[in-house]
């Protein structure tokens, strides 16, 4: 079994890598029957050489590879025929600047096993980068209000060599009474968690939040519970919540009049009810002037967010009158921080993390003869949509 790590193709490119140096040499080492092949790049956080040190093969040609390892998009003119890829593909809600891409992997007899989809038997994502991209936009998040403020100063995150030297910028860091609400349960949130108390912001309940105003910088966590309630019942189940969301509406408004900031975490797709609507941010009681929207989905739970920004320029402004968008930090706006490849900003720590549970939670399933998990994240094989998937087959058609 051969498995080749593939250069980035999307623009710009991604620099994060589904397995380290390391990781290659620690596979190889404990399980011969595997040899891990890595296409040369420029790009990638971890040089060739690093790898070639590592006694991984590092060459331009991976026709020879079973499957293929990648992060992003795989442009459609570097796909290979017949092959096995991981990568995220970005298709499981439709998006429609992919579907030539999806429409390609079935025209090239593809099989293709997207990140995304990987779930243990109870739903729960196996894999991902979102507790890093939790560190990282919490961290902008917060210094986008300390630039809209002037109260406090944080330098970037992609100018730190590590997490390590990340935590670093928080030692002395003296914060406003701010208050700061944070949404969702998942690996975003427990990154956003983090960021909070690393930098010494208290955990409050939701009635005191409501209620008070504090002498130091808090935050609340709101999960599904506190977020969604049935249209009919006025109560909230997990399982009925992620069967039928559209049978849901959001209770997030009152937060956003004692709110200076926003964390956004939560998954969104179409019928998840969103946590306001856009003239809602009119109203004079909406005092949120910053929110750092982690999951970045434009025009999702955050409906002020007109689309991604770039890592070199992450915060833009929307105005509250006209709902246009503007440069940021001006009086009347609501600053957006909205980035669709925030662990970019701590590739090596990010990556390492992401290769860890791909060794331990995937790769023995994956070059095994069979695998419910693997199955299940299965969209496509042999020119044809898997029966999770088939869904997609107006998408794919181009309806």
Not at 57 to 78: A, Y
Not at 147 to 169: A, C, M, P
Request: with cysteine; aromatic share 10%.
């Amino acid at each position: 079994m051969r498995i080749g790590l593939i250069r980035e193709g999307k623009i710009p490119a991604d620099n994060r890598v589904s397995l380290t140096p390391a990781q290659c040499k620690w596979i190889q080492k404990n399980a011969p029957q595997i040899q891990i092949a890595v296409q040369s790049s420029t790009n990638r956080c971890f040089s060739d050489r690093e790898y070639l040190s590592a006694g991984t093969d590092v060459t331009e040609d991976m026709s020879d590879c079973d499957i293929l390892l990648g992060i992003k998009e795989v442009p459609v003119d570097q796909l290979i025929p017949g092959k096995t890829y991981l990568f995220f593909s970005h298709t499981k809600k439709k998006q429609l600047h992919n579907q030539p891409l999806l429409r390609a992997i079935l025209d090239k007899k593809i099989r293709l096993v997207d990140y995304e989809c990987l779930e243990h038997e109870d739903g729960q994502r196996i894999i991902g980068f979102g507790f890093f991209a939790g560190i990282v936009g919490a961290h902008n998040g917060m210094m986008a209000y300390g630039n809209r403020t002037g109260l406090f100063k944080l330098d970037r995150v992609y100018k730190q060599r590590s997490f390590r030297e990340l935590i670093h910028n928080y030692f002395g860091l003296r914060l406003p009474n701010v208050k700061i609400a944070v949404t969702g349960s998942g690996r975003v949130a427990h990154g956003i968690l983090e960021i909070m108390n690393l930098m010494g912001i208290h955990e409050v309940e939701p009635e005191d939040y409501l209620k008070r105003r504090f002498s130091y910088p808090v935050y609340l966590q709101l999960k599904g519970a506190e977020l969604y309630k049935h249209k009919l019942t006025g109560k909230y189940s997990r399982m009925d919540f992620h069967e039928k969301p559209e049978e849901y509406t959001c209770k997030f408004l009152p937060y956003a009049e004692q709110t200076d900031i926003l964390m956004n975490g939560v998954y969104w797709e179409k019928s998840v009810p969103r946590l306001f609507e856009k003239e809602d941010v009119k109203a004079e009681n909406f005092i949120i002037q910053t929110i750092a929207d982690i999951t970045d989905d434009a025009n999702g739970s955050v409906p002020i967010n007109v689309g991604d920004q770039t890592i070199e320029d992450p915060i833009y402004g929307i105005d509250k009158t006209t709902l246009e968008k503007t440069t940021p930090y001006l009086k009347n706006s609501i600053d957006i921080m909205a980035v669709g490849n925030l662990p970019n900003e701590l590739p090596r720590d990010a990556s390492r993390y992401f290769g860890e549970q791909l060794i331990k939670h995937v790769l023995e399933d994956l070059v095994g003869n069979s695998s419910a998990i693997i199955d299940r994240a299965t969209i496509a094989t042999e020119g044809r949509l898997t029966e999770p998937f088939t869904y997609l087959q107006d998408y794919v058609a181009g309806g």
